[in-house]
């Protein structure tokens, strides 16, 4: 074999791939993720509802059902070995009329197949005693107290950062343009780069997914991107509902839903059309309308006025609206089609390939696998005295770079410097919330700037946003 030579190679530096990625690195085996963009979570894993599922939604007994319960059931553990945000906030699917009472209670026996703890069946007058913005329309409800919110950044980010102490290779602003079997393994061809060759290809390419699977499988797949419109309110607006409100699900999914954000936000959404640009995250007046009208029929009295964002994601559909998760070819694995829940379901899809394919590999688990990790300090997420000891040791801590978001100086430092370190704005605004904040990065992001070129070197005309083409500025006057 010639060029970059390893035993496991990953398309795709999302959730799913980092997982992965994650797991594998327990095992005595040479891994690496490659990643077309400038970092980790920068896809469809950037942009969703930050939900995690009960898991009362899926097909009993398809893969999504059993992921999605199992990656449930693993949250908690992980959020503390890993130290990222995460809350049991509980679930709540509104039914407006007692005619769609038989469709609720479907779902109810779809979660008790599934083995979604504690799921039941409450009245409206229940639902509005827990929740009291709920409209008066509402007659019941499922209710999960199992679901969950996640910051989806800070899952990614914490699972690619252990993978890489445990000693996987991140290659970034690398693009896979073809897939080739070989004697031993597979050649991935890279645009502008050296070959790599690998034993085994794990496919975790989200709305590209299907592209990878059809240069190797016999049998072809299709990803539809499935595009979905969002707003996200001030922190202001965080506490109008304590739980996740979900509608009666639909065509298209589980709808618009109304929930608290883990950082206090509120965000409404997702609309769901499916459109034929794997790279179509615009947003349209229609759909953000859609999702207003939408949302106020399960929460009275949203404060519109409170929005500070409205983004969109691509969730990649499968045509057989399935998982495909599994060795599709020799050597070949498959994570395609991960849509909701995908984010969670990332962890136990983690388990269940590499355990696959270390079993087909013949690798020995690691002695010295580091199993914890820490995260950035939070200085807005302080004591007095907390604050007041951290910035005696570190006075960066002490000046505050983002207004909105209370980010300190060394919170951007330690973004920066740090496992798999942030190395263009979105990377830090990822890691540590600079620029997430109500004036969305208005005040913060020239002095940003300053702190990101004097810790790496990148000359200020050369900091972009993300990817390459996205400079803030071309030069000084």
């Known amino acids: 074999m010639s060029g970059l030579q390893y035993d496991v190679t990953i398309i795709g530096g999302g959730v799913t791939g980092a997982a992965v990625a994650r797991e594998l690195s327990r095992y005595q085996l040479k891994t690496c993720v490659v990643e077309r963009a400038e970092d980790v979570c920068s896809g469809t894993s950037k942009a969703n509802s930050a939900i995690v599922h009960a898991g009362y939604d899926a097909a009993a007994g398809s893969l999504k059902a059993k992921m999605n319960v199992e990656g449930n059931e693993m949250m908690g553990q992980l959020s503390k070995d890993l130290d990222f945000a995460f809350r049991r906030n509980g679930s709540l699917v509104l039914c407006f009329s007692e005619e769609d009472r038989p469709a609720l209670e479907a779902l109810y026996e779809r979660g008790v197949a599934n083995g979604v703890p504690d799921v039941t069946i409450i ?53 896979v343009t073809d897939i080739a079997k070989i004697d031993g393994g597979y050649k991935l061809s890279l645009k502008e780069k050296e070959d790599i060759t690998t034993r085994f290809v794990v496919n975790a390419a989200g709305v590209y997914a299907d592209v990878f699977h059809n240069m190797v499988c016999e049998d072809k797949i299709t990803i539809v991107p499935r595009k979905g419109d969002y707003c996200l309110l001030d922190q202001e607006a965080g506490k109008h509902v304590d739980k996740t409100i979900f509608q009666l699900p639909g065509k298209y999914g589980k709808g618009v839903l109304v929930a608290p954000t883990i950082h206090g936000n509120l965000l409404i959404g997702p609309t769901a059309s499916d459109i034929e640009d794997k790279e179509g995250t615009y947003t349209t007046a229609g759909e953000l309308a859609d999702v207003t009208q939408k949302s106020a029929r399960g929460v009275k009295n949203i404060p519109y006025r409170q929005v500070i964002t409205s983004f969109s994601g691509l969730r ?54 580091i199993a914890t990790r820490k995260g950035i300090p939070h200085v807005s997420a302080m004591s007095r005295e907390e604050r007041a000891a951290l910035i005696k040791e570190r006075p960066d801590y002490g000046t ?22 942030a190395r263009s704005l979105d990377g830090i605004k990822r890691r540590v919330r600079q ?20 810790e790496t070197g990148i000359p200020m005309e050369a900091i972009c946003k993300n990817q390459p083409g996205s400079e803030m500025i071309t030069g000084e006057a």
């Open 400 to 421: 505050i770079v983002c207004r909105c978001e209370n980010v300190s100086e060394g919170e951007i430092v330690d973004s920066i410097r740090r496992t798999l370190g």
């Open 316 to 369: 990649a559909h499968e045509s057989h609206d399935e998982f495909i998760i599994g060795e599709s070819a020799d050597g070949f694995y498959d994570a395609a089609g991960i849509e909701s829940p995908g984010l969670s379901s990332a962890p136990a899809i983690g388990v269940y390939l590499a355990e696959m394919i270390a079993k087909k590999a013949g690798a020995c688990e690691k002695e010295n696998f």
């Open 123 to 175: 009245t409206g007058d229940q639902v509005r005693a827990m929740e009291p913005n709920v409209t008066d329309e509402v007659v019941a409800a499922l209710y999960a107290p199992t679901g969950g919110i996640v910051c989806p950044f800070g899952l990614t980010i914490a699972l690619a950062e252990n993978a890489c102490d445990n000693g996987v290779e991140f290659r970034f602003l690398t693009e």
């Open 435 to 454: 620029g997430m904040g109500r004036c969305q990065a208005g005040f913060c992001t020239p002095r940003t700037m300053e702190i990101l070129s004097r």
